[in-house]
């Protein structure tokens, strides 16, 4: 019987310990919900200035899937430019107002709606947008996200302090809208990144006045010295074969209906550290000598090693390289010889690699280098009597050739001279013949006055 009231007893506490901690949790979730709320209705407020994600239909607390791909926009919103993305070839999404009505891509109108249709994306520019519940209707990727452009920007990693001209470099970049990082790989198909650097026409420099240049544009694809594609890192491999000199960087963002410019603060590009010269060969069995200079001033000259082509006349080229240890004596002055082949134009293309003195590797193109043979004589070869005797006779030939040049120049002369005696023949007797009937006129009026 003890035992009995005592099971009892332990039933009814247990009973209430758990009356009690479910009373506390629905409390905390209560609580957790409240704040969950707030923090929502928070980000909801937030994500309207940025970032929308579609409200998700689970289909069963909604009997039809009515509010799929709908999303808020706020009444103090003046202008908003939308991003849909879509299966690529798709046709473009349908936009259907608080109140009903439809915008489609056909109601273009540039006092209200702008609307831009790719392959993979539609981006809608709205000024004045109804407040309210909106819908985008079509083929719209899973998980895909209404990105609201406000001021898109990029944050580019700094140049390096030294900068060779005739140098590749890469640089580094993040898209931004607003202050958040653009994380949706599908922009890399909306935006155009284009890298343009202006003289600032400082004439202290070599590239006062030059015109501005386009030399490069940024990548996400995972090619060049881009390393991985689709990681929204934007990559821009520069080839600074320009002139040095002081310029100014600057990025252009070019997306379909805006066009932002981005000014950095100006860099100054150096002359290249390395200049080629040639010390020909005295006759056809010794080399050439390529003289190779650097100027130690921005680089460290025992760093560098070379490799490069030299082109003969007839378009065969030789590679070479140059790769000393790096305690040679002198490192500012590099040689390399190669045998005599052929007299004409030759030319050497090279590329250098090595350290800035800031310890940065580099490598970078030498401008092109172009030198001319001469064809060396034999003096005192035998030369073939058949060769003689066409010597002559072209000698002969020439000299024939110039006499009869300057018989006809002689006769052409004389003929100049007749022609001007007989007009002047001409001339004179026209004179006498006019005045001597003039001398008759006045006589025979003279004579018809007398009688």
Known sequence: MEITKLLAFCFLLLMSVNDAFSQEVTKAEVQTMEKDGDVFDSEE???????????????????????????????????????????????????????????????????????????????????????????????????????????????????????????????????????????????????????????????????????????????????????YAGDNIYTGEFILDFA??????????????????????????????????????????????????????????????????ITSPDRHTRPFSIVDDESIENPTIRTKGFPYTEPGIHRVTLDAFGRTITGREFRLAVPEFSFNIREFINETAEIPESDLLLDQQMKLAEKQKDELADKIEQQQKLDEENNMNTILIIAVANIVIILFAVALFFFIRKRKVNS
């Open 45 to 227: 407020k937030q994500l309207t200035k940025r970032e929308i994600d579609f409200y998700q239909s689970d289909n069963i607390t909604n009997e039809i899937p009515y509010f799929d791909n709908r999303f808020h926009i706020d009444a103090e919103l003046d202008e908003i430019t939308l991003i849909f993305f879509r299966v690529r070839g798709s046709k473009p999404i349908i936009l259907v107002q608080p109140d009903g009505k439809k915008i489609r891509v056909s109601d273009d109108d540039p006092e209200t709606v702008k609307w831009h249709d790719d392959s993979t994306f539609d981006m809608v520019q709205i000024k004045k947008p109804m407040p309210g519940p909106w819908q985008a209707i079509g083929d719209i990727l899973p998980k895909s996200k209404i990105l609201i452009v406000s001021e898109v920007k990029i944050e580019i990693e700094p140049f390096p302090n030294v900068l060779l001209s005739g140098e590749t470099i890469k640089v580094v970049g993040k898209l931004f809208n607003g202050n958040r990082n653009i994380e949706i790989s599908e922009f890399k198909e909306v935006v155009e990144l284009d890298v343009n650097f202006f003289s600032t026409n400082n004439s202290d420099y070599a590239n006062f006045g030059a015109d501005a240049l386009k030399v490069s544009s940024f990548s996400d694809n995972g090619r060049g010295l881009d390393e």
């Open 244 to 309: 040095p000199g002081e310029w100014q960087p600057v990025f252009v963002i070019k997306l379909p209906l805006m066009t932002r410019e981005l000014r950095y603060e100006p860099i100054i590009l150096h002359k290249a550290p390395v200049e080629i010269s040639v010390v020909p060969a005295e006759n056809e069995t010794m080399p050439h000598s390529l003289v190779l200079t650097i100027d130690p001033t921005y680089v460290d000259p025992s760093s560098l090693v070379f490799q490069g082509k």
